[in-house]
């Protein structure tokens, strides 16, 4: 008898299959018609290959970047590196959420837990998880709730709760809807004993960011193990050290910049510095998470982004190239003037003068003529993180396809492209420099890249 009602469940299953209009023959599974989209303020690199290493003498004698043929794939990389602006938007959407889970969390226990619509807040209870109300939930979000979010992780009882984003925060002390509001709000401050003249600043240290990625790396070369083995979770202060621009210089009056660099207006489009390699990483992370939750609650059906990231060693030196080959610099070379005799990028023309160039410091993040990629200032400005690990002899054993040093215990990352305190050497595009992973610096910051995904194009063709 089991055997025939298998067999009936076959039969009903291949007559169902049949009445599609395929005609019983192999066709695939239909998707939405899917192209890819440029992300806002990024260029395509085509893929290709170029001699990646010294294409000049070494003057320093340092060996480590010997020329060698390799290939990479196509990317879409940021224009500009990540300007003051745009950080603080990270730094903001963490104090956001940071304020708002404390909100949430103390609407809780107090017991106020009808979070209201609208945007003005009465109370905290405004402010409660907007999963509060069971009554409220879809099936799915009272499943997830009961056997997971209600529950939490180990290191986080409050993970998967959904925070109240429709009411805004107040920020004017005058108009606190509540002690409990205060009391939250008192908690992200530095303490009274702390401040000065009468202002009280936020306490950076708790603008702390927490993500998770998978050591894919790890798990293709493991034979066992579960997926949770190679799930990582990191939780990194966001804020930048501005204290770099005293730290980097001894016997140096720099406290200008410490004091306005990061946060003032008049600095919001120079890039970003004062951010450790960690620290770019996290941003990545957010960059990701900030665009999907996007096309989640905007886009239904389309696809998720893949993951913003920072540059390999081998695709910063292709995209700093801008398609020439051989050239010196991201402008081909071998002089830091152009014809006018002005200079091209903003570093240290001679000893001392760091003004011949034009700038005492960084210059705006778009500044002087792009490359052959309209990428601005692949040398000088700001020397750039990457991903890749640094050793001396890798360019002996990295792949000639996609090549990369992705070794996460070694805390030496390349950095590339010189900056403004440089000499002209270190803005050579295959001039290679390194700075530790947990380190930050008044000349170093970064840009992101993505994967391009879709059809495959070249610089030599676009198929």
Known sequence: MKKFFAFTAIVALLVSCGRSNDKGEL?????????????????????????????????????????????????????????????REFVNWVQDSIIRTRLAILADEVGQTTGEGGKNASSIGSYAF????????????????ENYYSIGTDDDPFAGRKLNKKVKLITDTSKYPDE?????????YLPVAESYNGLRTIDVTKLKFRYSWMDIQAAAKAKV?????????????????????????????????????????????????????????????????????????????RNLIN????????????????????????W????????????????????????????????????????????YNMAGNVAEWTDSSYDASSYEYVSTMNPNVGDLKNQRKVVRGGSWKDVAMMLRVGTRDFEYADTARSYIGFRTVQDYMGTQTTGNTAR
């Open 307 to 330: 993951s913003f990231r920072l540059p390999s060693e081998a695709e910063w030196e292709y995209a700093a190239r801008g398609g020439l080959e051989s050239g010196m610099y991201p």
């Open 27 to 87: 066709v695939g599974v239909k998707g939405k018609k899917w192209h890819p989209e440029k992300p806002y303020g990024m260029a395509l690199i085509p893929g290709g290959s170029y001699i990646m290493g010294n294409s000049g003498e070494d003057v320093a004698a340092i060996g480590d970047a010997p020329t060698k043929t390799v290939t990479v794939r196509a990317f879409y990389m940021d224009e500009t590196e990540i300007t003051n602006s745009e950080y």
């Open 180 to 188: 409990h509001y205060t009391e939250v709000m008192d908690t992200m």
């Open 225 to 301: 193990g579960k997926r949770s083995d190679f799930i990582k979770t990191e939780q990194v202060q966001v804020y930048p050290d501005t204290t770099v621009w005293i730290k980097d210089f001894a016997y140096s009056y720099n406290e200008p910049m410490h004091n306005d660099y990061f946060w003032h207006q008049a600095y919001s489009e120079y890039p970003v510095v004062g951010v450790a390699w960690t620290q770019a990483k996290a941003f990545c992370a957010w960059r990701t998470l900030k665009k999907n939750a996007y096309i989640r609650s905007k886009k239904k059906g």
């Open 130 to 145: 907007s999963d509060a109300d069971p009554e409220k939930m879809t099936p799915y979000d009272k499943y997830m709730y």
């Open 332 to 375: 081909g070379g071998p002089y830091t003037k152009n014809d006018r005799g002005c200079f091209l990028a903003n570093f240290k023309p001679n000893r001392g003068d760091y003004a011949a160039d034009g700038a005492l410091y960084t210059v705006e993040a778009k500044s002087y003529d792009a490359n052959g990629y309209n990428l």
